[in-house]
């Protein structure tokens, strides 16, 4: 072993050129010879033989060399990027992958809000109605027993003439549509209903079913209105014809246009005729019906009776109506066609 090995201690050769301080990075050489540091990186080792200045070509081994350094320097200067790009392998890269992203839960939002207004809306209607049926429910626990059962059997009178005038005139309607017999038919169907319309206006007599409804005056005389309430009651009750009279015998027919007067003496006006006490309604319908409508507590029985007088309703299988109603000229008043 030479001098020369000894005097390094490794048994190689001390490096010809000197060695490049320590010192921080980025720093420049303070050494006058030293190498340009853009001529090459201090990270890759100079590949040329020693005493060779030559430049480095760009495609040489040494520029790759550098290339690669610097490669590696980006890497360690950039920790996490390749674990951000593996652990976002899903997360989309251009403004058309973040819309179909998004579209997801904005759809399943409009989607529950519009449930959310549905069942708001059914939820509302669901409260008007029970409101409603409350209200009504509340008007019925109040009323009294007699009340309810008056109730109930009108509605059960009253059932039962819609559907008998149902059944009449679905009868009519298949005989209006049958050649011969719809022309014969449509003839009786013209008189027949000319005929309810005589005895709704008081222009023809009736005779039927129905009561005799006897006033009796007490303490105090009977007055108009007494008797206004017995004919609304009765109308209420399903009366098809009234007529009313007096103590003299002489009668008037009721029709829609009737009106009532009291006297100072007790006597009556109906329709411009005096009738004087006791008075009697002679009425036609069903007699149970317009029995309880009369008999209701608070009713005209029971008002009559509280004045001191007395009302006497008999039932009677034949009720005539024989008093007529003189219709007058109508002046204003014409028929649509």
Request: no cysteine; aromatic share 2%.
């Amino acid at each position: 072993m030479s001098d020369e090995h000894e005097e390094t201690g490794t048994g190689w050769p001390q490096p010809a050129g000197p060695a490049r301080p320590g010192g921080p990075a980025g720093e420049p050489d303070p050494r006058p010879e030293a190498p340009d540091p853009d001529e090459l990186s201090p990270l890759v080792p100079d590949p040329r033989p020693e005493g060779d200045e030559s430049p480095v070509q760009p495609g040489s081994a040494a520029s790759a060399g550098a290339d690669e350094g610097a490669a590696a320097v980006s890497s360690a200067v950039v920790p996490g990027r390749d674990e951000a790009a593996g652990s976002g392998a899903g997360v989309p890269v251009d403004g058309a992958g973040a819309t179909g992203a998004a579209g997801g839960p904005l759809r399943r939002f409009s989607m529950a809000a519009v449930m959310i207004g549905v069942l708001l809306a059914l939820l509302g209607f669901t409260l008007a109605v029970q409101l409603k049926q409350s209200s009504t429910d509340s008007a019925l626990t109040t009323a009294r027993q007699e009340d309810l059962v008056r109730i109930l059997y009108d509605l059960d009178a009253r059932e039962m003439r819609l559907r008998q005038d149902i059944g009449a005139l679905e009868e009519s309607q298949r005989q209006l549509r049958s050649g011969e017999q719809g022309r014969q038919a449509a003839l009786e169907e013209a008189t027949r209903r000319a005929d309810e319309l005589g005895i709704l206006a008081g222009t023809l007599p009736a005779r039927g079913p129905g009561l005799a409804v006897r006033f009796e005056a007490g303490a105090k005389p009977i007055s108009a209105v007494r008797l206004l309430d017995a004919v609304q009651e009765l109308r209420g009750a399903g009366a098809e014809a009234m007529q009313i009279s007096g103590g003299d015998r002489g009668a008037v027919r009721i029709v829609a246009s009737t009106y009532f007067l009291s006297e100072q003496d007790g006597s009556l006006v109906v329709d411009g005729r005096r009738l004087t006490g006791p008075f009697t309604i002679t009425v036609i319908g069903d007699p149970a019906t317009m029995r309880t409508a009369l008999n209701i507590p608070g009713g005209v029985v029971a008002t009559v009776a509280g004045d001191g007088g007395n009302v006497i309703v008999e039932d009677r299988e034949v009720a005539e109506v024989s008093a007529l109603h003189a219709p007058s000229t109508l002046e204003h008043a014409r028929p649509v066609s």
